[in-house]
T-cell receptor, first 110, second 115 residues
Framework: QKEVEQDPGPLSVPEGAIVSLNCTYS??????FMWYRQYSRKGPELLMY????GNKEDGRFTAQVDKSSKYISLFIRDSQPSDSATYLC??????????FGAGTRLTVKP | DARVTQTPRHKVTEMGQEVTMRCQPI?????VFWYRQTMMQGLELLAY????????DSGMPKDRFSAEMPDATLATLKIQPSEPRDSAVYFC?????????????FGPGTRLTVL
């Protein structure tokens, strides 16, 4: 079993939909939780960062961490075609040693 | 516009050949990371440098891979000899190494194909 599990999708939604992306993990030592967005043929870029449990909101994006369930989520409101990308969850126990999920490929159709 | 740069962007080589990938971290960043991304394994950390010193290379196959930072503006990842299973996209990332979280900025990657 991988330390970080993420459904690779693909996920296709109409423009304006609410998107929910999720990851589960097994290592209870993880305390840093990140979501990266990766466009095709590009490097990942950081979207959201959360330390320990709780919620964090940034514009149309909301990240949630439930350490008791070892479950993290990313919500995208009012999704746009420009949100079409692969979304990678990542987490670490130390500040540098990130473990990535497989990535979920999202397509937002106009 | 500060960015991590990587060269070459694409590399096709034959099995057994040496491959060298280069990375220029963002000026002022003191942490550098090498990752490998494949469809099967996803994104995996290969090596981590802080102030040019290798702190963790446990993710790297030691017999054929080596990573160095000759100076603060250049990081290299070498594979010798290369094998078809090394085909992947190799990313370099850099960070400031400050605070509780060290945000990593990724380069565009080197797409390696070993025939």
């Amino acid at each position: 079993q991988k330390e970080v599990e993420q459904d690779p999708g693909p996920l296709s939604v109409p423009e304006g939909a609410i998107v929910s992306l999720n990851c589960t993990y097994s290592n209870s030592a993880f305390q840093y939780f990140m979501w990266y967005r990766q466009y095709s043929r590009k490097g990942p870029e950081l979207l959201m960062y959360t330390y320990s449990s709780g919620n964090k909101e940034d514009g149309r994006f909301t990240a949630q961490v439930d350490k008791s369930s070892k479950y993290i989520s990313l919500f995208i409101r009012d999704s746009q075609p420009s949100d079409s990308a692969t979304y990678l969850c990542a987490m670490s126990a130390r500040v540098y040693d990130m473990r990535f999920g497989a990535g979920t490929r999202l397509t937002v159709k106009p | 516009d500060a960015r991590v740069t990587q060269t070459p962007r694409h590399k096709v080589t034959e099995m057994g050949q040496e491959v060298t990938m280069r990375c220029q971290p963002i000026l002022g960043h003191n942490t550098v990371f090498w990752y490998r991304q494949t469809m099967m394994q996803g994104l995996e950390l290969l090596a981590y440098f802080r102030n040019r010193a290798p702190l963790d290379d446990s993710g790297m196959p030691k017999d054929r891979f080596s990573a160095e930072m000759p100076d603060a503006t250049l990081a290299t990842l070498k594979i010798q000899p290369s094998e078809p299973r090394d085909s992947a996209v190799y990313f370099c990332a850099s960070g400031l190494g400050q605070g509780a979280y060290n945000e990593q900025f990724f380069g565009p990657g080197t797409r390696l194909t070993v025939l």
